[in-house]
């Protein structure tokens, strides 16, 4: 196991309602992204965060995502009124901050919306 | 924008030989290029990874190979195996990891 967890692990959700996972990273590792992946995709980035920093978003997030990690430790995304499109495996990675250190990823958080 | 173009999307090889997935990356800075294996519902796992100061890496069956000029690096996996069966990602890295679109490979009884 790679000592990064995600709950919950599946979502279901109708068209329209809100929804927020959490991710908790390795403890010493200070950077965390996200990520997100449809079927027969890589993994696309989503934002990332240093200590409770948000440094990079993507413009894949619409305004109807929010990401934070207020204590710079674990960190929550959520999705506003969700649409079809949103249904996707969301994942967590994290890592030290040192010039290409690995990350970690997590299980994943897999999002259906009906 | 910062791309990473992978190849072949799907490949079959028969169980002893080699594969080959190559990849090519657009963003100058970026200084490291991980290889991930993800099987079905499950995690990328890393299986190997090159840093942008070295040619080459080798871990038993497995081998990378990073040509910073030409922008491309590749995957080797020799004596392939029926448990090598999965989806490969490579990516490149500067902070964030941009990701291939995958390869596909099937390992032939």
């Known amino acids: 196991d790679t000592g990064v967890s995600q709950d919950p692990r599946h979502k279901i959700t109708k068209r329209g309602q809100n929804v927020t996972f959490r991710c908790d990273p390795i403890?010493?590792?200070?950077?965390l992204y996200w990520y997100r992946q449809t079927l027969g995709q890589g993994p696309e980035f989503l934002t990332y965060f240093q200590n409770e920093a948000q440094l990079e978003k993507s413009r894949l997030l619409s305004d109807r995502f929010s990401a934070e990690r207020p204590k710079g430790s674990f960190s929550t995304l959520e999705i506003q009124r969700t649409e079809q499109g949103d249904s996707a495996m969301y994942l967590c990675?994290?890592?030290?901050?040192?010039?290409?250190?690995?990350?970690?990823f997590g299980p994943g958080t897999r999002l259906t919306v009906t | 924008g910062e791309n990473v173009e992978q190849h072949p999307s799907t490949l079959s090889v028969q169980e002893g030989d080699s594969a080959v997935i190559k990849c090519t990356y657009s963003?100058?800075?970026?200084?490291?290029f991980p290889w991930y294996k993800q099987e079905l519902g499950k995690r990328p796992q890393l299986i190997i990874d090159i840093r942008s100061n070295v040619g080459e890496k080798k871990d038993q069956r497995i081998a990378v190979t990073l040509n910073k000029t030409a922008k491309h690096f590749s995957l080797h996996i020799t004596e392939t195996q029926p448990e090598d069966s999965a989806v490969y990602f490579c990516a490149a890295r500067d902070d964030k990891i941009i990701f291939g679109k995958g390869t596909r490979l099937h390992i032939l009884p």
């Open positions: 963003d100058s800075a970026s200084n490291y």
């Open positions: 990675a994290s890592s030290l901050a040192l010039t290409g250190g690995e990350q970690y």
């Open positions: 403890s010493e590792h200070n950077r």
